[in-house]
């Protein structure tokens, strides 16, 4: 399905002649075709699933997100806007991110729910919070707060 979303957004920034855009949603879709090779089995054809493109739209953006911080380290305003655009066009296939707020929240009831009362619990609940929220959270965010509240 989301596959398929990439393909009709990029047939439609193609119309639109949205050239960031297109150029954008052509990397996403040539890191995905990689991917696909990459998962085949003896020559068997193998697509990657939604909960398989979701971590590498998730890693794109942190990318973009880091070469943001060096281009404006660097006084390059125009890459970092570049870059910044580029953030918005790969967000628009990933489910809404939570708040600050929001991460507090479901950090202290994975730690309920896990019952970790110790930093030694933290992987049970770091699995906890990316099972029930893939996709939707900075989960370096998510484990300073839980280290910091199981400290």
């Not at 943001?68 to 580029?86: C, F, H, S, V």
């Not at 099972?131 to 199981?150: C, N, P, V």
């Amino acid at each position: 399905m989301l596959r398929n979303a990439l393909s009709e957004s990029l047939k439609e920034a193609m119309r639109a002649k949205d050239k960031c855009a297109t150029s954008t949603l052509r990397l996403v879709l040539a890191a995905l075709k990689d991917r696909d090779i990459a998962a085949r089995v003896d020559g068997e054809k193998a697509e990657l699933g939604d909960a398989e493109i979701l971590p590498m739209l998730e890693t794109m953006v942190k990318q973009r997100r880091e070469s943001i911080k060096m281009y404006e380290k660097g006084d390059r305003p125009e890459l970092a806007e570049q870059e910044k655009n580029e953030i918005e066009i790969i967000e628009r296939f990933l489910p809404k991110q939570l708040d600050d707020s929001e991460i507090e929240s479901a950090v202290a009831a994975a730690i309920e729910q896990a019952g970790a009362d110790s930093l030694k619990q933290m992987g049970k609940v770091m699995a906890s919070l990316r099972q029930s929220h893939a996709g939707q959270m900075d989960f370096g965010k998510a484990g300073a707060i839980a280290k910091e509240r199981l400290s």
